[in-house]
């Protein structure tokens, strides 16, 4: 199984001041050939927004995106009627579909946010427009492995239109776990935090490891780590 390491220094980066931000794959003003997407999975940036600062009313279309909270909260509101401040551990995902507008904020006035935005191409165009989340279960915290968000909502997941399992994984330090990665698919492991070996190659905050290959993942942790797992057709 040959993997690809796409380091955290080697990403884009952009501070605007109220938003500091990093791109494993090319988004914005910062443009990379060789680095357009993993297969459906477009976009990972790396958001930190300071105290009360956020993305105004803005539109998207035909794209699945969801927002993983790392610390802070963030407050979102849509033009399809929700309203929702998300907590540390909690994703939402909205499907654009046809069209959508959405605002998000840091509502804290003292403390800073941070969050994985995620975007996703779904499965068709023209989708109606749609919204959901996941929260953690307790039962569920000492788990390595845990489906988040999945095309049938298995296992208490948040539903996405495209064929396209992610895992949130938290191992603690000296803990392992595996994952299979099925012929014509695909995997993208984005780590958070801590450090861990994927096969035998490490990774460390930011980093991330790929493969299109079939065969077994092994994720094994050096220091407590969490991470996120794209499973990908």
Request: aromatic share 8%; proline share 6%.
């Amino acid at each position: 199984m040959k993997l690809k390491i796409r380091q955290s220094n080697e990403r884009g980066h952009a501070n605007h001041g109220w938003l500091d931000s990093y791109h494993t794959f090319s988004f914005a003003d910062y443009y990379d050939p060789a680095h357009m997407g993993f297969r459906s999975l477009r976009v990972i940036n790396q958001d930190i927004i300071v105290p009360g600062a956020g993305f105004p009313t803005h539109p998207h279309a035909d794209m699945e995106i969801f927002s993983y909270i790392l610390w802070g909260a963030l407050a979102h509101k849509d033009s399809m009627g929700n309203g929702r401040t998300l907590l540390p551990g909690q994703i939402q995902l909205m499907s654009a579909g046809k069209g959508v507008t959405h605002s998000e904020f840091n509502p804290s006035k003292t403390e800073g946010a941070s969050l994985l935005q995620i975007w996703i191409r779904p499965r068709q165009r023209g989708l109606t427009p749609s919204y959901t989340e996941w929260h953690p279960d307790p039962a569920k915290e000492n788990e390595p492995k845990v489906l988040v968000i999945s095309p049938d909502g298995r296992e208490g997941s948040a539903t996405i239109h495209q064929d396209a399992d992610i895992y949130r994984l938290r191992l603690g330090a000296g803990k392992s776990t595996t994952h299979e990665v099925h012929a014509g698919r695909g995997a993208w492991l984005q780590l958070i935090k801590g450090s861990i070996s994927v096969n035998g190659a490490p990774l460390n905050p930011g980093d991330a490891a790929s493969t299109d290959d079939a065969g077994i993942l092994t994720l094994a942790a050096s220091e407590d780590a969490e991470a996120i797992l794209f499973d990908l057709a």
